[in-house]
């Protein structure tokens, strides 16, 4: 097969493909010989090519001039800009008033050398980044309950052999598809796939049982279902003893989640749960597996833990086959969160207040300990603060689009509005660019080579196919030329993403994710190395004891729930054919031809009492605004709840209705619960602006 190897830009699987033709005509199949996708791509792959020729792909920075308009400008006026917007709200606020805002979509180079530039050429602890509205639940429950985070410790290819799997709030069928056919050879095996999921969604459609939990319960179905699992004698008592501590405490709040509870608590009827136990406690392999439905709350830690108390009880993790895994997201979701763009963290997955990691890293970067700033806020906190005193005044976003994809955000906008100085680096003109004082054009996925970090912790070689338009440039580049107007070039020697990666791999040496030992030459060559092992836990734990850590998590309930005024719930998510804030995937004909519009699903019985059938147009009203969608009515929606997609900007945008409570730990905001109102009719409702789709 011919065409340069490289990887999707899209999600977490990271699908390996190949690619031929040119930027105007590329031709993408799939690489049949990476393991994760064997071949297969979802829609979104096989149209990545659109984004690189496309008709409004930025190709010269922009910035924007005194009558308010942004402009094309030359590389040298936009950093010039830039380097002054940055000292600026220095010169006022001091090194903490200007923040960055990071990506889990940046390669770990980018990742990598943005929070250098943070820590040593702006010598700000402003540094956060979208994996704090993403995978900070379950890292953070990983931490605390097994010692370390990698999404799945294991390769997906052991979904196929597991005997029962829990599927908790992730759609893969639709946010990750090429991963279905280990769930369907599983299946042909004679395993059995539970899905908890207020909806019955693609995923759903395809198991054997469907927990219809309602939103924000997700604590007590996990409590319920280990409560049976004790009843029956079917938790694993040897591994409990020998290879985990504090179990006796959990046993205790467990034992009073009997299943009438649970079905008053979580709406899951007795007997789906009694079904659900009698498959788990059959089953001699389990896999449990969390995405973002149960960890988008403001108790994603606690709902996440409670999940794996239940695979530790049964004595799964660190078996074969079996385990607790969360299935990541973006596409470096992974080592995006292990490299230091995260408020309180190191290369190598290290902490900013641990005086041997400071040391380890200063080493590295050629500086003094002391001058490394200490953590910072997290990504809402940090957005959330602009306009107070001790906000920042200045924000250097990279590889995100807030204005669509942050809770609240009508607030967020609002907020990014009064920054005093705001630059934003893309493909395209997104929402967020187009509220910015400069905007950089940057350098695509199949333009530039660089290492991401898979769902399976598996860390792979992109390779550049294309040149680059001509006056775009790479992030590193951009991250360079910056430090070196800030007068810190001799830190960022190099702009070459071998030389960043080598330097990444010294810096993360002896932390808990280390690449010490990678190079290109040996990722290209392997097709991808997972850090840490292939498989996790075989034999102890990396926590001070070796063993697993139960933890205990009372009935917890979102922060909002349905009341007179907004009596249903409000849960949000996506769909196949968009990627996150839709900059990229809204461009692309065929996949805006698939999901043209954001859809609010609802069942038959809200519509019918609401007088709406498919295609209506609705409002959606939450205390923080309301959003237009289009009705899609279904019955695989609990009646109590309505769902709808991010992925729009505007009027569409269902961020101007979700809320901005935070988990306490994780900083994670409740994506996935709200007390929403239906509103029939557009009348109660004027558009401001016209930002509906591209
Ligand atoms: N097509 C597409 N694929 C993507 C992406 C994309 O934008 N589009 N984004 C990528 C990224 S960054 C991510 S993080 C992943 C996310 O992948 P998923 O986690 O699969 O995606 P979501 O649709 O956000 O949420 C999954 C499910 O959670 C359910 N849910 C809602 N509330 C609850 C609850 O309280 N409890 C439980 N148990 N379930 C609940 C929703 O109904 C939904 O079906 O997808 C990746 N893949
Ligand atoms: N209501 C609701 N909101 C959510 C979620 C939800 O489930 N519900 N999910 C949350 C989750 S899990 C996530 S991950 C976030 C994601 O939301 P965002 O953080 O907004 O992520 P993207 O839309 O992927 O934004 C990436 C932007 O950067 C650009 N970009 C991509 N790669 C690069 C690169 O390498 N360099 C540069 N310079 N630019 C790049 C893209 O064109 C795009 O404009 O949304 C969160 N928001
Ligand atoms: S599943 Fe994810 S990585 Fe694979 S082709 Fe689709 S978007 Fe790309
Ligand atoms: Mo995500």
């Known amino acids: 097969m011919s065409g340069v190897k490289t990887h999707c830009p899209y999600c977490a699987l990271q699908c390996g493909m190949r690619i031929e033709g040119s930027p105007q005509e590329p031709r993408i199949a799939g690489d049949p010989d990476f393991p994760t996708n064997r071949g297969a791509l979802c829609v979104k792959g096989w149209s990545a090519g659109v984004t690189l020729a496309h008709p409004e792909r930025l190709t010269t920075p922009l910035v924007r001039n005194v009558r308010g308009f942004l402009e094309p400008a030359t590389w040298d006026e936009a950093i010039a800009r830039t380097v ?8 006022q606020g001091g090194a903490d008033a200007v923040g960055v805002f990071g990506s889990g ?7 990598y050398y943005l929070g250098k530039f943070a820590r040593v050429a702006l010598g700000t602890r402003m540094i956060d980044y979208n994996g704090r509205f993403c995978m900070s639940s379950a890292a953070a429950a990983s931490n605390k309950a097994l010692g370390v985070d990698r999404g799945l410790p294991f390769p997906l290819a052991d979904i196929a052999q597991a005997d029962a799997i829990l599927l908790v709030g992730s759609n893969v069928a639709e946010t990750m598809p ?9 299946r042909a095996r004679g395993g059995k796939l539970i899905v908890v999921d207020p909806r019955r969604s693609s995923t759903g459609l395809a198991a054997d049982l469907h927990l219809r939990l309602a939103p924000g319960s997700d604590a007590a179905v996990a409590n319920g279902l280990l409560h049976l699992l004790v009843r029956a004698g079917a938790v694993d008592a040897k591994y409990i003893r020998e290879r985990t501590e504090g179990f006796e405490a959990v046993r205790a709040v467990v034992a009073s989640y009997w299943p009438e509870r649970v079905e008053s608590l979580a709406g899951v009827p007795q007997a789906d749960l009694l079904r659900a136990a009698q498959i788990l406690a059959h089953a001699e392999t389990v896999m449990v597996l969390t995405g973002r439905g149960p960890e988008q709350q403001s108790h994603g830690v606690e709902n996440a833990l409670s999940y794996i108390n239940l695979a530790l009880a049964m004595g799964m993790v660190g078996k074969r086959n079996a385990g607790y895994g969360c299935l990541t997201g973006q596409g470096n979701g992974q080592g995006g969160r292990e490299h230091g763009q995260k408020a309180d963290q190191l290369p190598g997955y290290r902490r900013i207040d641990d005086p041997a990691a400071r040391a380890h890293v200063a080493g590295v970067w050629g500086i003094d300990p002391e001058s490394i700033p200490g953590p910072g806020k997290s ?7 602009i306009g107070e005193a001790e906000g920042i005044r200045a924000l250097f976003v990279m590889g995100s689009n807030p204005v669509v994809s942050a809770p609240n955000a009508r607030r967020i906008e609002a907020r990014l509005r009064e920054l005093q100085f ?20 940057a350098a695509q996925w199949a333009e530039e080579p660089g290492t991401t970090t898979n769902v399976e912790g598996r860390v792979i070689l992109r390779r550049r196919v294309f040149d680059p338009p001509q006056a775009v440039r790479t992030d590193l580049d951009l991250l360079c030329e910056l430090a070196a107007g800030l007068g810190k070039g001799e830190f960022f020697p190099s702009s070459d993403p071998e030389r960043v990666f080598v330097e990444l791999c010294r810096a993360s040496a002896g932390g808990p994710a280390d690449y010490s030992a990678m190079s290109y030459g040996e990722l290209d060559a392997k097709g991808g190395v997972h850090w840490g092992g292939e498989r996790l836990f075989h034999e102890r734990f990396p926590t001070p004891s070796g063993r697993a ?13 349905p009341n007179e005024s907004y009596p249903l719930y409000l849960t949000t998510g996506r769909v196949l054919a968009q990627y996150q804030s839709g900059t990229q995937t809204r461009r692309v004909p065929t996949l805006a031809k698939v999901n043209p519009e954001p859809l609010a699903e609802m069942h038959p019985l809200q519509a019918r009492r609401h007088g709406l059938s498919d295609g209506d147009a609705v409002i959606l009203a939450t205390r923080r605004g309301r959003a237009r969608f289009s009705v899609k009515v279904t019955p695989n929606i609990r009646e109590d709840t309505v769902f709808v997609p991010f992925h729009w900007g505007g009027v569409g945008s269902a961020n101007r209705l979700t809320q901005d409570a935070l988990d306490p730990t994780s900083r994670m905001p409740e994506f996935k619960v709200c007390a929403v109102r239906i509103e029939r009719g557009t009348s109660a409702f004027e558009p401001k602006n016209k930002e509906h789709g591209t």
């Open 105 to 111: 979509s940046l390669t770990n180079e980018k990742a």
């Open 549 to 561: 850590r139960f933890h205990v998590v009372h009935d917890v309930h979102p922060f909002e729930e």
């Open 379 to 385: 990504a809402y906190e940090m957005l959330d603060g």
């Open 84 to 91: 002054e917007g940055f000292r600026e709200a220095r010169a």
């Open 178 to 186: 090429p991963l279905m056919q280990y769930f369907e050879a599983q």
């Open 422 to 441: 705001l630059v934003v680096s893309d493909f395209f003109r997104s929402e967020t660019a187009d509220i910015a004082d400069v905007v950089f054009p």
